[in-house]
């Protein structure tokens, strides 16, 4: 059963990252195979084993801050409180006002950060994406957004045609706040509407009405944001299957060019977690979240959104680049509380409290800390960060690519291991034309030790959304075979 946790993407590389291990994922792979496959080349290729040693075109930028801290939340927020200036879009252009000062103080923080980050790349190409990532990003005042980009581009460039994405929630932002938004050049918003029923999104602890839902919609299309992307929950404690499909046609008749749907994850120490036990009432039993999840791909799919990645719909043209540097395991910066990037092969996770952070700023000017790698990497790392991050894709793993990079052996391995779920239909191959290969096809190529199975298989790919829907467990088979 698939369980995503409620971030745009997964825990270290997203805009709400939420650990440091180095990946995601790790518990599935201690699989126990009957024979042992071979493990990765030590003499790989270049091109995929490489990828990560470039310089980042992107970054990513948390934002922690929030009106309140909702109930399945375990990322690191800063509660502000109902009634902060910074919480009440009215409020924001009040002449006199003065900004919170703890967003100020922290944006300060945030900008020595960027500033003390060095790397030592021969080559430092233009930004060509920026994810402001929460917490509510839409709470900081526009002059202190203005404040971190300009010192993105002073210290790394910034592409003129950059896309700029901002986690954005209904009754955060008016008009106003929006277009001056726009002015510094965000041209992407992910609007955290999770819910269109009141009594959900009071029952999770959401500082939002369904009312200002619509407003929010109403100031993005009055704004002319053209590549606006909307954010779903089901299994959400009393969710029913009625509820998930009235939020699903409402998102659809908003018209949002993007759509992310994430599945409730419990996780320990929050207020849901404290309430309630997974599977059990009022939350769905899996059965149910399956049934919630292939609602979405049907409904949504239904509607021309492609469905590209496990958690991810959009429109033709509109996919979230930012989002598919993760994807394509290319390297990215990350700055802020609680952020992770991933820079010449190291993982590297900021402190999540802000003493510590504020300590780990002090190191990083003073020369004690250090963030980025050197580019060595344990081979069955990269490999096992590609099956992952392929797999959840609708294109999926590259084949032929793949065993440039790994062996031929590996490749042939993985596809014994999955070829019972090509069998079963939760695995699809598909040929260099991305036209089905069937199943006796396959079975024979398998068998057939004198055949190389990429010149024949391009791609295989988890079936929509039954294979998503075992994501986890098909994956870690593929980790057994990389790293038995």
């Known amino acids: 059963m698939l369980k995503t946790t409620i971030s745009p993407i997964f825990s270290?590389?997203?805009?709400?990252?939420?650990?440091?291990?180095?990946?995601?994922?790790?518990?599935?792979?201690?699989?126990?195979?009957?024979?042992?496959?071979?493990?990765?080349?030590?003499?790989?290729?270049?091109?995929?084993?490489?990828?990560?040693?470039?310089?980042?075109?992107?970054?990513?930028?948390?934002?922690?801050?929030?009106?309140?801290?909702?109930?399945?939340?375990?990322?690191?927020?800063?509660?502000?409180?109902?009634?902060?200036?910074?919480?009440?879009?009215?409020?924001?252009?009040?002449?006199?006002?003065?900004?919170?000062?703890?967003?100020?103080?922290?944006?300060?923080?945030?900008?020595?950060?960027?500033?003390?980050?060095?790397?030592?790349?021969?080559?430092?190409?233009?930004?060509?994406?920026?994810?402001?990532?929460?917490?509510?990003?839409?709470?900081?005042?526009?002059?202190?957004?203005?404040?971190?980009?300009?010192?993105?581009?002073?210290?790394?460039?910034?592409?003129?045609?950059?896309?700029?994405?901002?986690?954005?929630?209904?009754?955060?932002?008016?008009?106003?706040?929006?277009?001056?938004?726009?002015?510094?050049?965000?041209?992407?918003?992910?609007?955290?509407?999770?819910?269109?029923?009141?009594?959900?999104?009071?029952?999770?602890?959401?500082?939002?009405?369904?009312?200002?839902?619509?407003?929010?919609?109403?100031?993005?299309?009055?704004?002319?944001?053209?590549?606006?992307s909307m954010d779903l929950i089901s299994s959400l404690p009393h969710q029913t299957l009625e509820m998930w499909e009235e939020s699903l046609r409402l998102a659809i008749e908003s018209q949002p060019n993007h759509v992310s749907v994430y599945d409730l994850q419990v996780e320990q120490g929050t207020k849901f977690g404290n309430l309630y036990t997974p599977g059990q009432s009022p939350l769905p039993s899996e059965t149910q979240s399956a049934e919630?999840?292939?609602?979405?791909?049907?409904?949504?799919?239904?509607?021309?959104?492609?469905?590209?990645?496990?958690?991810?719909?959009?429109?033709?043209?509109?996919?979230c680049k930012h989002n598919l540097i993760y994807w394509k395991n290319k390297p990215f910066y990350a700055f802020g509380l609680g952020s992770a990037s991933y820079v010449g092969g190291l993982r590297f996770s900021r402190p999540r409290r802000l003493k510590e952070y504020t300590n780990y700023v002090a190191d990083l000017e003073n020369g004690a800390a250090n963030w980025c790698g050197n580019g060595d990497v344990d081979l069955k790392d990269v490999a096992t960060d590609i099956l992952m991050l392929s797999f959840r894709t609708s294109k999926g793993l590259e084949l032929k690519e793949f065993g440039e990079a790994f062996g031929s052996e590996v490749v042939k391995s993985i596809c014994k291991v999955y070829e019972p779920y090509v069998e079963s239909g939760h695995i699809v191959c598909l040929d260099d034309m991305r036209s089905e290969v069937m199943i006796d096809e396959f079975k024979t190529l398998v068998a057939n030790d004198e055949v190389k199975i990429e010149d024949h298989v391009r791609y295989l790919r988890l079936k929509d959304p039954d294979g998503f829907l075992l994501s986890n467990e098909l994956i870690s088979l593929s980790f057994g075979v990389v790293a038995p």
């Open 292 to 319: 919630f999840y292939k609602t979405a791909s049907s409904m949504l799919r239904g509607a021309g959104y492609e469905h590209y990645e496990v958690s991810s719909y959009s429109r033709d043209g509109f996919k």
């Open 12 to 228: 270290s590389f997203t805009g709400k990252p939420k650990c440091s291990s180095k990946l995601f994922f790790r518990a599935f792979s201690k699989v126990v195979l009957q024979d042992t496959p071979p493990s990765a080349r030590r003499n790989a290729s270049t091109n995929l084993t490489t990828l990560h040693k470039g310089p980042p075109t992107s970054a990513y930028v948390h934002l922690p801050f929030c009106r309140k801290r909702c109930h399945y939340c375990d990322f690191p927020i800063l509660a502000l409180g109902m009634s902060s200036s910074s919480a009440r879009p009215s409020n924001v252009y009040e002449e006199g006002k003065e900004d919170d000062p703890r967003i100020t103080n922290y944006v300060n923080l945030l900008v020595r950060e960027i500033k003390t980050t060095r790397t030592d790349f021969d080559t430092n190409p233009n930004l060509e994406t920026v994810f402001f990532g929460g917490g509510t990003p839409s709470l900081v005042p526009p002059k202190l957004v203005s404040l971190i980009l300009e010192t993105l581009s002073l210290n790394f460039g910034l592409s003129p045609d950059a896309e700029i994405s901002m986690e954005m929630d209904p009754g955060t932002f008016d008009g106003q706040k929006l277009k001056d938004l726009m002015k510094l050049g965000v041209n992407r918003v992910s609007l955290g509407v999770q819910a269109f029923q009141d009594e959900l999104l009071k029952a999770c602890g959401r500082a939002h009405g369904v009312s200002q839902v619509y407003e929010a919609i109403e100031f993005v299309k009055e704004c002319g944001v053209e590549n606006w």
